[in-house]
């Protein structure tokens, strides 16, 4: 084929595409800045922009993650009727908090459940026992969703406890990400399978027919055994979360949390929901009555790219509006969208302590560069920013004036506010707080603040690289 044919022909193939691809952008982007630069990229490079736009930049995710939605699963007290936004708080959450009680109440399909107790797991020291022993006691059902589920020490003796109650007639099942799962090799699913138990894979990355959705991920932590104990939180399964194990190079601090009591049944409808969404099996297991534990208020708030859009990032906005004294965050991921940081920054003028306690070492470099990139928006205006010492953390906490904790899956960045399933446990009570403000408190003062000063001494080229890692921050 002569080349000015060629030539042609691909000048006529950008003429089409470049302009239906920008006019795309254009009507369906909601943030003006993504628009312009799709916008860009679409029109001026030749045929690559259009292409790249179609591959990454359409919203794939809200079309298949709203199918998530037909089946809303209800339990206990929820069934035959949906839950009334008027639906009364209970009596133990405190009256200068009922408000804010209220905004999870209308972002949540879960009602307030009451008498709960939650207990804190620092590390896979604590978590991984308490988990495995939980299997261990399962008479009835065993549902787990987990993003990594790794094949070394830790991965083993999971699969084996799982093995063995599923042989002694215990309902199995588990579902991994299908993009998590690659991060182990050989897969945990296959290996699972093996053993007779019921697996799942969330959206799984596949050529034919053609299914490449990096992003919308599920990033969800649940375990539930028999609805009468629940597990959740941030850590995946793995040897990286064994932080005692000096010689482990992939050591990760993490917390996660044992729940009993109503709020468990909440967990055991998402595990069910996207069970449902990634079999098509219909069948639950038998519902099991959980006894009343404690004396926490607690809710499940999910967030995703189906109907949840946005629900976190309203929440956490919402949550920094009503704080009165202090708001702590420890997050391993600090890319906020521009509300939160307008939130953040109006709460630290109205005279809130606003502490933030971020990695000092991160396991994805890029990402503290970008954050580097904005740290001065927020210090300015008087935001107390800490770096923690290694090894590199990955808790996610939240607590607003020693008596609102939000703890879960959900990290600050775009991916997990925009792009991910995520899970959220809300949590009203100070002495579980309390616990909470120990833990981040302890890893703030164990490391360094970071200035204003120092962040505006950057060298250049250390603000050129920052500043190109912040740019590319919605897709991180």
Excluded at 35 to 47: E, H, K, N, Q, T
Excluded at 62 to 75: H, S, W
Excluded at 108 to 116: I, L
Excluded at 201 to 228: A, T, Y
Aim: proline share 5%; net charge positive; aromatic share 8%.
């Amino acid at each position: 084929m002569d080349a000015s044919f060629q030539t042609l022909l691909i000048l006529l193939f950008h003429a089409v595409l470049a302009p239906a691809t920008a006019l795309h952008a254009l009507l369906y982007k909601r943030d003006p800045r993504a628009a312009f630069g799709w916008i860009a990229v679409c029109m001026l490079a030749p045929v690559a922009g259009p292409v790249i736009y179609l591959f990454f930049g359409l919203n794939r995710a809200r079309g298949k993650a709203q199918r998530l939605g037909l089946r809303d699963l209800q339990i206990g007290y929820e069934r035959g009727s949906k839950i009334e936004r008027s639906h009364p708080l209970p009596p133990q959450i405190r009256n200068e908090y009922r408000d804010l009680a209220r905004i999870g109440q209308a972002l949540s399909r879960h009602a307030m459940a009451c008498d709960n107790r939650v207990e804190a797991l620092i590390n896979g020291e604590q978590a991984y026992p308490a988990m495995l022993e939980a299997i261990e006691q399962a008479e009835s059902h065993v549902l787990l969703t987990t993003y990594i589920l790794d094949n070394d020490r830790t991965g083993s003796a999971f699969r084996e406890t799982l093995a063995a109650a599923a042989a002694r007639g215990v309902d199995v099942r588990v579902m991994i990400d299908g993009f998590g799962e690659w991060y182990s090799i050989p897969r945990a699913s296959r290996a699972l399978r093996r053993t007779g138990i019921r697996v799942a894979r969330f959206l799984p990355p596949r050529l034919l027919p053609p299914s490449l959705s990096i992003n919308m991920r599920n990033h969800h932590k649940i375990l539930v055994i028999d609805d009468l104990v629940g597990f959740t939180g941030g850590m995946n399964i793995s040897d990286r979360h064994l932080v005692d194990d000096r010689g482990n190079r992939s050591r990760t601090r993490d917390m996660h949390f044992r729940l009993e009591g109503p709020v468990v049944l909440q967990l055991r409808r998402e595990f069910l929901r996207i069970w449902d969404f990634s079999t098509g099996a219909m069948d639950e297991p038998p519902q099991g009555r959980p006894e009343t534990r404690g004396e926490l208020a607690c809710r499940t708030v999910t967030d995703g790219p189906d109907e949840d859009l946005d629900r976190l990032n309203m929440l956490l906005t919402a949550a920094i509006a009503e704080a009165k004294h202090t708001v702590r965050i420890m997050t391993p991921y600090f890319l906020p969208s521009r509300e939160l940081i307008g939130a953040i920054q109006a709460a630290a003028v109205r005279g809130v302590r606003v502490q933030i306690v971020l990695p000092a070492v991160n396991n994805l470099p890029y990402i503290h560069w970008a954050t580097r990139n904005m740290l001065w928006e927020i210090l300015m205006r008087g935001v107390k920013v800490h770096y923690q010492p290694a090894p590199f953390n990955h808790a996610k906490l939240f607590v607003v004036d020693g008596y609102y904790s939000l703890v879960g899956s959900s990290n600050w960045d775009s991916r997990s506010l925009r792009l991910n399933f995520e899970l959220q446990v809300e949590v009203y009570g100070e002495d579980f707080a309390a616990g909470l403000i120990d833990y981040i408190d302890r890893a703030a003062h164990a490391g360094r603040e970071v200035t204003l000063e120092e962040v505006d001494g950057r060298g250049v080229l250390v603000r050129f690289r920052d500043a190109v890692c912040w740019l590319f921050s919605p897709y991180l």
